[in-house]
Structure formats: C-alpha cells, structure tokens
C-alpha cells in the first residue's frame, strides 16, 4: 500500500449527485496548495440518487479518491464511522457532501486540530436550515450538554481531529451511533472555529423533524440514564401528591363530615398516577429493548463494493487488507 497520506477527508453521501464532484475538485485544490498528500473518502449511504456513480467514476480516475457503497441506509453517522475506521490520513477531517461546508476552510480546522491535539469544529455564524430544525438542532445540543456528558453547543459535521483519537471507539459495536459523543470519550480538547457556511449547493436534506426528534432519542437513550432519573422524579412526585390528595381528604372529612365528592377528582387522580407508572415502564422498556438488540451485535453498516485507486471490489472484498475490527471486514 502507499503510504499513508497527511489528510483523510471523510464524507458520507446520501444525495450529492450534483455536489461530489465539486467538492472533489476544491478538496484536490485546497490540498495541493499546502503541498498536503490526501485521500477523500465518499461513504456512499446507499443513495437516493446517482451519487454511487459519480463517486466510483471519481474513485476509478482519480488516485486520491476512494468510494464505499453500503448495502443498504444506514444513516450518516455509522456511514462516518465507517469512513473514521477506513481512514489512513494522520488527520482525519469530516464534512457534508452539499458545499455548505467550505473545502478552503479545511486548512484552518486542520492546523487547529493539531495545535491542540483535539477536535476543532467548523461551525457557522448562522445556522443554514429552516427553523424548525435550528430550534431543534439547539435543543438537542442543549441537552447533550446537560445530560450527556459533554458540551455539544459547539458542535457540527465539519469537524477536524487526530486520528489516534479513534483509540476511544474501536471497539464501539452499539447498533446506535453518536460521532460526538464516541469522539468525547478520547478526552481531547475540543474548540469551535468560525467557518463561511455556504446555502445547500443542491438536493434536500434528508433530517426531517421525525428522524431528529428520533437522533435526539438515541443520544438520550443511547448514552445516559437520564430518563430513568426523570421516571425516578416522577414516582417521587406522585407520592408527594398521594399524600397531599390523602390529607386533603382526611382534612375533608374532619372538617365537613364527608369524604371528597366527584367523579372529575378521581379520574384526574388515576390519570396522573397511571401515567407516572406507564412513562416509567415505557423508559424501562426502552432501555430494555436496546440492550437486547445490542447483544444481537447487529452490524452498524454493510459494505456492498468499494472503488480505491481504481480497482473495483464487491461485497466488501477488497484487494486491500480490510479495517481491523470493522464490522465491514467481517465475513458475512
């Protein structure tokens, strides 16, 4: 194999029929101009478009270029991690495949992830999406912040760092995958870099509101026990009422005589305490069931074929020696 080159530039592809190959041309630029050998990785997330094409063209002309396909959708954060795993570059950086992410601003990212020996972030002075997605993009930082372990108000998919961090998560087999919260493990300092985001050169997005609604469960479910301690407070609370409505009730009767009259009084009481025990069985259940499915050791990604300096390779069978521990390189 050739040596391993300065620069890994990893992005998962989804929709990028009309981008990638702009993209390839300004990473190729940027990185000649610092004299950076480099290889740019599209994780081909088994797209909605022509992108598999384009990327195995590219891969099979261009000798810097490598393109995976993936058997099938697995989401832009395993098809990441993957593109982590098969990096070779002693830098690895991360970024979308739509031209919001500028390729001219990887050198900064680059030469202040090495300066600290951590992660440097490329975020924006606004947010490019609509607000729905902005205001549930802060949400879910704030609560990462709070509730997982690390400050993610910082944080976004153009993100440069040393590839030794990978150290942290190599042997990471969980079916639900968060690059942030694996990257925060390694205990590197992270810093925000302002970057020129670009309006989306093409496509949509493919987030909706259900799938970050749905990512903002897996990072809450998936990487800390904090909806066990709000069951927990809700039980509490619904014994501090159980005994608030009961000497109501006794004050009630000593009072006028009589127990606490209506109907209204005794649904909304059942009601309440019901749904304290249901939400608390519910959270159980869901840890309960990703446990299960995480023994199952289901594969966090499948590779179909791979291009890598022109050769071809289906199945996952490449004339290169495959990612040690990759569940890609795993016989089927």
Same mark, same amino acid.
């Given at each position: 194999?050739?040596?391993?080159?300065?620069?890994?530039?990893?992005?998962?592809?989804?929709?990028?029929?009309?981008?990638?190959?702009?993209?390839?041309?300004?990473?190729?630029?940027?990185?000649?101009?610092?004299?950076?050998?480099?290889?740019?990785?599209?994780?081909?997330?088994?797209?909605?478009?022509?992108?598999?094409?384009?990327?195995?063209?590219?891969?099979?002309?261009?000798?810097?270029?490598?393109?995976?396909?993936?058997?099938?959708?697995?989401?832009?954060?395993?098809?990441?991690?993957?593109?982590?795993?098969?990096?070779?570059?002693?830098?690895?950086?991360?970024?979308?495949?739509?031209?919001?992410?500028?390729?001219?601003?990887?050198?900064?990212?680059?030469?202040?992830?090495?300066?600290?020996?951590?992660?440097?972030?490329?975020?924006?002075?606004?947010?490019?999406?609509?607000?729905?997605?902005?205001?549930?993009?802060?949400?879910?930082?704030?609560?990462?912040?709070?509730?997982?372990?690390?400050?993610?108000?910082?944080?976004?998919?153009?993100?440069?760092? $040393?590839?030794?961090?990978?150290?942290?998560?190599?042997? &990471?087999?969980?079916?639900?995958?968060?690059?942030?919260?694996?990257?925060?493990?390694?205990?590197?300092?992270?810093?925000?870099?302002?970057?020129?985001?670009?309006?989306?050169?093409?496509?949509?997005?493919? &987030?909706?509101?259900?799938? +970050?609604?749905? &990512?903002?469960?897996?990072?809450?479910?998936?990487?800390?026990?904090? $909806?066990?301690?709000?069951?927990?407070?809700?039980? +509490?609370?619904?014994?501090?009422?159980?005994?608030?409505?009961?000497?109501?009730?006794?004050?009630?009767?000593?009072?006028?005589?009589?127990?606490?009259?209506?109907?209204?009084?005794?649904?909304?009481?059942?009601?309440?305490?019901?749904?304290?025990?249901?939400?608390?069985?519910?959270?159980?259940?869901?840890?309960?069931?990703?446990? &299960?499915?995480?023994?199952?050791?289901? $594969?966090?990604?499948?590779?179909?074929?791979?291009?890598?300096?022109?050769?071809?390779?289906?199945?996952?069978?490449?004339?290169?020696? $495959?990612?040690?521990?990759?569940?890609?390189?795993?016989?089927?």
């Amino acid at each position: 194999m050739s040596p391993p080159p300065d620069i890994s530039v990893v992005v998962p592809v989804y929709g990028g029929a009309t981008t990638i190959e702009a993209l390839a041309e300004r990473v190729d630029a940027t990185m000649s101009a610092r004299g950076w050998s480099y290889e740019l990785i599209f994780v081909c997330d088994r797209p909605r478009d022509g992108s598999w094409e384009v990327a195995r063209r590219l891969a099979a002309s261009g000798a810097c270029v490598r393109a995976l396909l993936l058997r099938r959708n697995f989401g832009q954060h395993p098809a990441t991690l993957l593109g982590i795993r098969e990096a070779r570059g002693e830098t690895i950086v991360t970024m979308d495949e739509d031209l919001q992410h500028s390729p001219e601003d990887i050198p900064l990212l680059v030469e202040t992830s090495r300066a600290m020996s951590g992660i440097a972030y490329g975020i924006a002075e606004e947010l490019q999406h609509a607000w729905w997605r902005n205001v549930t993009s802060r949400t879910a930082k704030w609560l990462v912040a709070r509730y997982v372990g690390f400050d993610a108000r910082d944080v976004s998919a153009f993100r440069a760092f $040393p590839a030794t961090l990978r150290a942290a998560f190599a042997d &990471y087999r969980g079916e639900r995958v968060a690059i942030d919260v694996l990257l925060s493990w390694a205990g590197a300092p992270a810093r925000a870099v302002r970057c020129a985001f670009a309006p989306r050169a093409g496509g949509e997005s493919g &987030y909706t509101l259900r799938k +970050l609604v749905a &990512y903002l469960g897996d990072l809450l479910l998936g990487y800390s026990t904090a $909806p066990l301690r709000l069951a927990s407070w809700l039980g +509490l609370v619904a014994v501090v009422a159980a005994i608030a409505i009961g000497a109501y009730v006794l004050a009630n009767w000593f009072v006028h005589g009589s127990a606490v009259p209506g109907f209204a009084f005794l649904a909304l009481s059942v009601a309440a305490f019901s749904g304290a025990q249901l939400l608390a069985l519910g959270l159980i259940g869901e840890y309960l069931g990703r446990l &299960y499915f995480n023994s199952l050791q289901k $594969p966090q990604y499948l590779v179909e074929a791979s291009v890598s300096f022109g050769a071809d390779s289906v199945n996952g069978r490449d004339s290169a020696t $495959p990612s040690a521990g990759s569940p890609a390189a795993a016989p089927e």
